[in-house]
């Protein structure tokens, strides 16, 4: 079956720190992934998508993610996060139907000034 | 066009009682799909339409839930009987087969207190 975890549940950096945010995922055929953002109070927004080509994407806001087929991971990067980025996080995989999307259970991320 | 909309943002219901919310996608969006979110967890598939055709139910979806697109357009959820594990964020997304390009479009949510 399809799934996706994520490693970390709750992160607490500092502004300017750099930040990563693992996601694995287990499923062995071609791959759609994402990684959403959802700031408090407010719905979840794209921050950027895998589906084929450069595995290194960048997203809004400075994000990017790397996929690493080998490692099943698509990992979610910073080099230096602001208070606003403080939200929670979460990966997701499409499912093989292409009907759904399969998430993980988000990582909360607090960053202090 | 301003997003997915969902209606109510909050319910509070007692148990055994029905309640229905409502979904508004983007309206060039054909595909709808809903979620449910509880604390600490990732949103969990509920259901897929593609126009009005109900294509895919998940095993989460059970007999008391339905969930209907009338007209390809806004989309409903009915929860009959509830109880208080019902309690959740039910969400509703859309997108138009486009998802390589700009993803799904979620709604902000109608959170659903089950006392």
């Known amino acids: 079956a399809q799934s996706v975890s994520q490693h970390n549940h709750h992160v607490i950096l500092s502004e300017a720190a750099s930040l990563e945010l693992g996601c694995n995922y287990s499923?062995?055929?071609?791959?759609?992934l994402f990684w959403y953002v959802q700031y408090p109070g407010q719905h979840l927004q794209l921050l950027l998508k895998?589906?084929?080509?450069?595995?290194l994407v960048k997203g809004i806001k400075g994000f990017e993610a790397e996929f690493i087929k080998s490692k099943f991971s698509f990992n979610l990067r910073k080099p230096s996060v602001q208070w606003s980025d403080t939200a929670e996080y979460f990966c997701a995989l499409r499912n093989q139907a292409g009907t759904a999307l399969i998430f993980g259970k988000g990582t909360t991320l607090s960053v202090s000034s | 066009d301003t997003g997915v909309s969902q209606d109510p943002r909050h319910k509070i219901t007692k148990r055994g009682q029905n309640v229905t919310f409502r979904c508004d996608p983007i309206s060039e969006h054909n595909r709808l799909y809903w979620y449910r979110q509880t604390l600490g967890q990732g949103p969990e598939f509920l259901t897929y339409f593609q126009n009005e055709a109900q294509l895919e139910k998940s095993r989460l979806l059970s007999d008391r839930f339905s969930a209907e697109r009338p007209k390809g357009s806004f989309s409903t959820l009915e929860i009959q009987r509830t109880e208080q594990g019902d309690s959740a964020m039910y969400l509703c997304a859309s997108s138009t087969g486009t998802e390589h390009l700009y993803g799904y479009t979620f709604g902000s949510g109608t959170r659903l207190t089950v006392v």
């Open positions: 895998y589906f084929s080509g450069d595995p």
């Open positions: 499923y062995g055929g071609t791959v759609n």
